[in-house]
């Protein structure tokens, strides 16, 4: 199992996953739009964005957006923020998302970043309970402005 | 009063805002490492990150620092993540945090971001009771794991 930046023909199975997190939804029912294109270009031809998707043989198991932030705390290092976690529904409970999130972190301190940082929704008590078995400290409350 | 980006020459005065939050560092007793001017090099020419200061006249009065973060949700508009927020601590009081705030989610929305995020470390009342009052959503949990 390996976590490696998403393809363009891999973009319909992971909007597929963005788009419910509770059911499995197939990538082919998925309309691409331009918009959706614009943001896959974005992400993938910036060098400090990645959209990743963890796969083994076959399709897309679950995936993850790393944006890996200069700044001028910590020595100079970045920070990976990491956004849109989800594992396909129907392999849930397997260790997937572990694996997931494990790759992920080892990505981010191969680029030499010195942290890594999520917020999680406050409903979510169960990928709270994640994040903290994987050794996430909750040290913040996380704000949301809608422009 | 203004926000824009700093210069090379106000550096010091970025980092002294940095380096303690409760009293005012001289920018002269600052020293500007490799590390920080290697860091500021990457903010200042990486098209979706600015290192943003508030000034009138004179020196900097306020620092944040903003990322223009792609990605697929939300029709894929870029969200706008805000950190390193600092207001001189000989300054505070008199509304210049509120005005570096909105000036920098006017900026955002002027580059078309659909949402601005930060967060804010849990011992913080003062500041959640801030960005409450500028109509943020208390609504995640921030987590951190350190690599």
Redesign the interface.
């Known amino acids: 199992m390996i976590l490696r930046p998403a393809t363009r023909a891999e973009l319909p199975a ?2 597929a996953l ?1 788009a419910d997190e509770d059911r499995v939804v197939d990538p082919a029912s998925v309309r691409v ?1 331009e ?2 294109e ?3 270009a ?2 993938a031809s ?1 060098p ?2 990645e ?1 990743l998707v963890l796969v083994d043989e076959g399709p897309v198991l679950g995936c993850l ?1 790393a ?1 890996y ?5 910590r ?2 290092a970045e920070r990976a ?1 990491i ?2 976690v989800r594992i396909r529904a129907d392999l849930r409970g397997a260790g997937l998302g572990r694996r997931l999130m494990e790759l992920a ?1 080892d990505r ?2 191969g680029r030499g ?10 409903e979510r008590a169960d990928a ?1 309970r994640f ?2 078995s ?14």
């Open positions: 992971v909007l963005l739009t918009a959706y614009r943001a896959f974005d992400i910036d400090r964005n959209l957006q944006t932030v200069p700044g001028l705390g020595g100079g923020l956004e849109a972190a981010a301190r970043c010195a942290l890594v940082q999520l917020t999680s929704n406050k709270h994040y903290a994987l050794g996430y400290a909750r040290s913040h409350e996380g704000f949301k402005l809608a422009l």
